[in-house]
Antibody
Framework: QVHLQESGPGLVKPSQTLSLTCAVSGGSVSGGGYSWSWIRQPRGKGLEWIGYVSDSGRSDYNPSLKSRATISIDRSKNEISLKLTSVAAADTAVYFC??????WGQGTLVTVSA | EIVLTQSPGTLALSPGERATLSCRASESVRGMYLAWYQQKAGQAPRVLIYGSTTRATGIPDRFSGSGSGTDFTLTISRLEPEDFAVYYCQQYGSSRAWTFGQGTKVEIK
């Protein structure tokens, strides 16, 4: 059974780059035709889709992030990564990775603060 | 992007009652690529329905999804105590951005 585990620094300073990884176990990031997504949720608010990268290499992002987000697949490490540049307090949220719609990680809290 | 509007924002019901949640899209959702999630406080969302009507593995049959095009519905036939939570719809069929609805909270009356 596929398991996803997000990790990364819990605290990021404003204007810096947030970098998160999603380790995939029990399955491979290659093959299967899956799309790998990142989603975030500010405390007490709803879910916001950040973007996805597909197994074929296609990617797409939430236009509201104005090109700050990059999602990539590291096949050698069997991981998915997220980089979000120029962060601000509004980027404070729990960040989830997901394979398609069926498999989600437990999420990791990122706080943006000086 | 496709905007999903969920209604009502809050639904106050008693255990045993039927819950009907709506998700309306600003344009047609391609291929019925519409999912429903349940989320409880402090937990990751759990997928209930995908492809508009298919129950995910392990989801009780009191949960059902219907709809196509721009109008979708999640029905919980008889509410159990563990069903009181927040529910989100998501469209994942767009070749552009995927999107979530803003959520419907089902609370105990």
């Amino acid at each position: 059974q596929v398991h996803l585990q997000e990790s990364g620094p819990g605290l990021v300073k404003p204007s810096q780059t947030l970098s998160l990884t999603c380790a995939v176990s029990g399955g491979s990031v290659s093959g299967g035709g899956y799309s790998w997504s990142w989603i975030r949720q500010p405390r007490g608010k709803g879910l916001e889709w950040i973007g996805y990268v597909s197994d074929s290499g296609r990617s797409d992002y939430n236009p509201s992030l104005k090109s700050r987000a990059t999602i990539s697949i590291d096949r050698s490490k069997n991981e998915i990564s997220l980089k979000l540049t120029s962060v601000a307090a509004a980027d404070t949220a729990v960040y989830f990775c997901a394979r398609g719609v069926l498999v989600w990680g437990q999420g990791t809290l990122v706080t943006v603060s000086a | 992007e496709i905007v999903l509007t969920q209604s009502p924002g809050t639904l106050a019901l008693s255990p045993g009652e039927r819950a009907t949640l709506s998700c309306r899209a600003s344009e047609s959702v391609r291929g019925m690529y519409l999912a429903w999630y349940q989320q409880k406080a402090g937990q990751a969302p759990r997928v209930l329905i995908y492809g508009s009507t298919t129950r995910a593995t392990g989801i009780p049959d009191r949960f059902s999804g219907s709809g196509s095009g721009t109008d979708f519905t999640l029905t919980i036939s008889r509410l159990e105590p563990e069903d009181f939570a927040v529910y989100y719809c998501q469209q994942y069929g767009s070749s552009r951005a995927w999107t979530f609805g803003q959520g419907t909270k089902v609370e105990i009356k």
